[in-house]
Nanobody, 124 residues
Framework: QVQLVESGGGLVQPGGSLTLSCAASGNIFSINDMGWFRQAPGKQRELVAVITSGGSRNFTDSVKGRFTIFRDNAKNTVYLQMNSLKPEDTAAYYC??????????????????WGKGTLVTVSS
């Protein structure tokens, strides 16, 4: 079993900053890509940022220059630092990780896991 737990969401004023964290735990050999998605009310879930195991990063256009993503491989944790927040950044933020897992039966495989989300509200 693998679990992802996000933290760091909350209410922030426009122009403010927040840093989200997502920690993976469980039967983990290694983690490939880690990413952040968001879903605003009435909208589809969209990719915000992704970071590979080698450190390459990609961002959706709307957050370029404002958000950054980084990871601590020793802690199986990915972070999303969000600066210059705008009301349109309001959403539930979810992390996803492509995990090479193992189980008690001695088998292993690769699977995507999701966290349950953390809410970010940007409002004055």
């Amino acid at each position: 079993q693998v679990q992802l737990v996000e933290s760091g969401g909350g209410l922030v004023q426009p122009g403010g900053s927040l840093t989200l964290s997502c920690a993976a735990s469980g039967n983990i050999f290694s983690i490939n890509d880690m990413g952040w998605f968001r879903q605003a009310p009435g909208k589809q879930r969209e990719l915000v940022a992704v970071i590979t195991s080698g450190g390459s990063r990609n961002f959706t256009d709307s957050v370029k220059g404002r958000f950054t993503i980084f990871r601590d491989n020793a802690k199986n944790t990915v972070y999303l630092q969000m600066n210059s927040l705008k009301p349109e950044d309001t959403a539930a933020y979810y992390c996803k990780a492509e995990v090479h897992y193992y189980n008690s039966y001695g088998t292993h495989g690769v699977m995507d896991y999701w966290g349950k989300g953390t809410l970010v509200t940007v409002s004055s």
